[in-house]
């Protein structure tokens, strides 16, 4: 194989490509990532056998070929090489090695052969359809934040990506949730979703497909079956395998008759939670909110290093109440609010809340208390 490219281009797939490749592997074949030339244009391949994905990028092909290289070690060499400089990529005639030049810079590295490169067979799908990258990107964006990272309740550590029928209407709906706090996003259907399995996508495909969605008028096409979901985005296609467990009926834990409505301004009442929650331990840290008529008064005490209060002009017009919260997670609900104002729906002390954006009717939070 022997090729040269820009070394823009070769940085920008590697960049999408080498994320996937874990930096310990037992498998050393997995620490690589897989290059094949044809025709006009290159090919990377990087899996962790439970994510894919691969990129072409165009290439001056003098020699097609395929080989597979460690995926870090390119990554890095190519980002330090001069910004517009050419890259050569080229095999020796055995094939276990590539030399990497450019300008006066030459590298070599070892190869492994391109057939012990393993390949995640997609299958077939059952359900295609388009959706716009920032439709996809709101659903990630909004719920992302409450993916569980408790590996025992591993039908938790991904998101919830579904059909629902809602006022009338067929919604995508994703959902995630750790059992302290829940998020939900809805976008309108796409044709070809209806009937489509319940899916749950795994929080590291989630964050790499997060990454890949930086351009906002690209239509994402996404290919479903029950065990695995592809999507194509541009010249990049990721193909993942799903979470294969039942996820738990959210709509139980979403109240209904929280009848206690607080209106804030989300931006003073995040600076103010994040003000006072200066002075909790990681450990435990709640934040106390009390109200009272048209006023919030935001308490932390921690017994290792004192206490803090502030006072919030709020829109509360019911029975004094007194409620306590992670700090943490109030702050990641207020950060995906896009509105100005901010909707608390409370009952009591002891259960959850729901929290709505004004400014994104499609979106609902739900947070349970602390006890304070």
């Known amino acids: 194989m022997r090729i040269t490219l820009e070394r823009s281009n070769l940085l920008k797939s590697l960049n999408h490509v080498h994320r996937v490749v874990e930096r310990r ?62 890259v050569l ?34 299958g077939s799908f059952s359900h295609t359809f388009r959706l716009k990258a920032t439709d996809l990107k709101m659903l990630i964006d909004r719920t992302q934040f409450a993916i569980s990272t408790e590996e025992t309740r591993y039908y938790l550590n991904g998101i919830f990506v579904h059909t629902v029928e809602s006022k009338g209407d067929l919604k995508l709906r994703a959902v995630a949730t750790d059992g302290h706090r829940l998020a939900r996003a809805d976008v309108e259907a796409p044709s070809g979703s209806e009937g489509m399995p319940g899916i749950i996508i795994p929080r590291k495909t989630v964050s790499e497909l997060q990454k890949l969605l930086d351009s906002p008028d690209i239509i994402v096409t996404l290919e479903v079956s029950d065990a695995k979901i592809r999507l194509t985005i541009g010249s990049i296609v990721m193909t993942s395998k799903l979470i294969d467990g039942t996820f738990p009926d959210y709509q139980r834990v979403i109240p209904a008759n929280n009848d206690k409505e607080l209106r804030v301004d989300c931006q ?15 450990r435990g840290r709640a934040v106390k909110l009390a109200l009272a008529d048209g006023q919030m008064t935001l308490t932390v005490n921690n017994p290792d290093s004192g206490s803090a209060t502030e006072e919030l002009p709020v829109g509360y017009e019911h029975d004094p109440l007194e409620i306590g919260f992670n700090a943490k997670y109030l702050l990641d609900i207020t950060s995906q609010l896009t509105g100005t104002d901010a909707i608390f729906m409370l009952a ?15 979106a609902l939070y739900v947070l349970m208390p602390m006890r304070v």
């Open 348 to 362: 009591d002390p002891g259960s959850p809340t729901l929290v709505r954006d004004l400014a994104a009717e499609d």
């Open 268 to 282: 003073s009442f995040a600076q103010a939670v994040d003000r006072v929650s200066t002075i909790s331990s990681e």
């Open 89 to 122: 990529l080229a095999t020796n005639a055995e094939g276990t090695a590539m030399t990497v030049a450019s300008g006066r810079s030459k590298f070599s590295l070892q190869c492994l052969p391109q057939s012990d490169f393993p390949d995640l067979t997609a």
């Open 25 to 86: 592997n037992t498998i050393p074949i997995l620490s690589n990532v897989l290059l094949r030339s044809d025709g006009a244009s290159l090919e990377m391949k990087a899996t962790d056998l439970d994510l894919e994905i691969t990129e072409a990028t165009p290439a001056q092909v003098e020699q097609a070929g395929a080989t597979t290289v460690p995926a870090h070690l390119l990554y890095d060499i190519v980002r330090k090489l001069p910004d517009g400089s050419e």
